[in-house]
């Protein structure tokens, strides 16, 4: 009897972005991959971006399944779509973003090729005209596949976005998108490699991150707060895995996710008031898990101090911010 080639689904979440909708569709259209299921939510959407999803699924009915729902945000537009996909393998590309013709047939193959339950690739950033502003690799000096119980880095070096990944279905059976917060990819991608046993990965840069002119500047506000609880529920799941043991890993994580992320949302904190509340929220978490500075300070990513290894402006903000906090140093000491 033939084998039933795997299917991938690939849930698109959609609100507003008539202007970048069609090139995020095309680029989905035009994969190599046959097999493919695109899964288009329109998340209560007030411009074009309705009509456009209607035109495109009229046109190409056997690769557009295009779903609507009242307006509930990026998880719950994404759980929406995972609820309704058919594929065997889960992938998720943001509305204004596009993704290479080969993306999803190369990373398919690696996760047959390796029985991985997760499969990751490269990211670059790119502008409005296509060019690129920055490359983010990933998970650079590991193999093609990486067995998680002998690589555990991978856990607290990986940068957690849902978007350059493909997910085995099976890893989503009793997980979703955490409704009603932020940094959700946080919250989530974490608690589902605790679930897998092998990855896989490319280093070809397969996702194209579009960074838009037309973004209304974003509002630093408490909802960086969610950082730190997205770290908490990642504990709670930990601490019940079967890498429960690899507590070295979870402080890495703790570190470069509940620290120098949190910080990097902080900097942008405009608010006096708000900056200090937020940074004793930051007090806090630290003391509370036993966190030290030089665990802090001394971090390594990918075998690189990871302060060093940041960009001038960045690393002189850190340092200055722990040079600022006399009290909070006093503590973590």
């Known amino acids: 009897m033939k084998n ?17 909708l069609p090139k995020c569709l095309d680029s989905l259209l035009s994969q190599t991959l046959q097999n493919i299921e695109i899964v288009v939510v329109d998340d209560g959407s007030t411009d074009r971006s309705a009509e456009i999803i209607r035109q495109y699924s009229e046109k190409y009915p056997a690769k557009i399944k295009a779903l609507t729902k009242e307006n509930g945000g990026l998880s719950d537009a994404r759980n929406f779509g995972i609820e309704r996909a058919c594929g065997d393998f889960f992938g998720f590309v943001d509305s204004d ?10 990373m398919l193959s690696l996760a047959e090729r390796h029985d991985a339950e997760m499969v990751i690739c490269n990211i670059q950033k ?6 690129i502003t920055q490359k983010l690799t990933q998970i650079p000096n590991m193999p ?10 991978v856990f607290s070096d990986l940068s957690y976005f849902a978007c350059n990944k493909l997910f085995r279905k099976e890893l989503f059976t009793t997980k979703r998108f955490k409704k009603g917060v932020h940094f959700e990819d946080i919250q989530l991608i974490p608690q589902l490699l605790l679930e897998c046993k092998t990855l896989a990965q490319t280093q070809k840069f397969h996702y194209q991150y579009l960074e838009r002119t037309d973004s209304i500047t974003k509002t630093h506000n408490e909802r960086g707060l969610d950082i730190l609880k997205a770290v908490e529920d990642v504990e709670e799941a930990f601490e019940s895995s079967s890498y429960f043991s690899k507590k070295k890993e979870l402080l890495g994580f703790q570190v470069l996710q509940g620290v120098y992320s949190y910080l990097a949302y902080l900097a942008f904190v405009k608010n ?9 929220e930051l007090d806090r978490f630290v003391k509370k898990r036993g966190v030290k500075i030089k665990d802090i300070l001394s971090y390594n990513r990918f075998g690189k101090n ?28």
Do not use: C, W
């Not at 039933?4 to 970048?20: A, H």
């Not at 973003?97 to 190369?106: H, K, L, N, Q």
């Not at 790119?126 to 060019?131: K, N, Y």
């Open 4 to 20: 039933v080639p795997s299917k991938v689904s690939v849930i698109v979440p959609v609100y507003n972005v008539e202007n970048y």
């Open 144 to 153: 093609e596949k990486i067995d998680l119980e002998s690589n555990f880095s």
């Open 126 to 131: 790119v502008d409005e005209h296509g060019s």
């Open 306 to 333: 990871y302060i060093l290894s940041l960009p001038l402006k960045k690393m002189i903000f850190y340092l200055l911010f722990f040079a600022k906090q006399k009290k909070l140093i006093r503590k973590l000491m």
């Open 97 to 106: 973003d596009y993704v290479s013709e080969t993306m999803f047939e190369e």
């Open 272 to 280: 006096e008031t708000l900056f200090y509340k937020m940074a004793h």
